[in-house]
């Protein structure tokens, strides 16, 4: 799918209404939005005149997924239950506050244990986003690690 040029994201807002965080989760998303942009998968189920603009916001304890092309033509929006993620969330923020203080003040080889712990559990992450959206948008892992990113930045404003 990274192939075809119309089954990707050129576009991606977060909601804005929920304010700033720390910096270093503003530079998660940052970097998140940046990756993103620069290499995805993203094909909604039944449509095919991508690229496509990504909005995500949370609304009453929701995700909210509004998909729209290029030129603001509405495609479709998808609104799925934080709660299969609010465990992993949960463990992911600890374990990012953890590698986070461990960057500051540790080893180089607890640093490396911290960070494999947080690269497991944001996969497990990912692929529950991309279990949650089989059926409605098409996604490869590498976009899904990135939208989860985003969903936890969004949550952690939230």
């Known amino acids: 799918m990274a192939g075809n040029s119309a089954q990707r994201l050129c576009d991606v807002v977060l909601d804005d209404t929920i304010g700033r965080s720390t910096p270093d989760v503003e530079h998660e998303r940052a970097v998140a939005i940046f990756d993103l942009l620069e290499d995805n998968s993203f094909a909604p189920e ?14 009453e304890q929701r995700l909210v997924f509004t998909i729209k092309t290029e030129g603001d033509a509405p495609v479709a929006t998808h609104i799925l239950s934080l709660t299969p993620f609010r465990r992993i969330i949960k463990d992911y923020f600890m374990i990012c506050d953890s590698y986070y203080q461990a960057i500051r003040s540790s080893t180089p080889s607890q640093i490396e244990a911290i960070d494999m712990g947080r690269r497991g559990i944001h996969n497990e992450g990912s692929q529950t986003l991309m279990d949650r959206l089989s059926g409605k948008i098409r996604i490869d892992f590498d976009t899904a690690r990135r939208l989860f990113t985003l969903v936890c930045v969004l949550y952690w404003r939230g």
């Open 46 to 59: 039944g449509h095919d005149n991508g690229p496509y603009k990504l909005y995500l916001s949370l609304v």
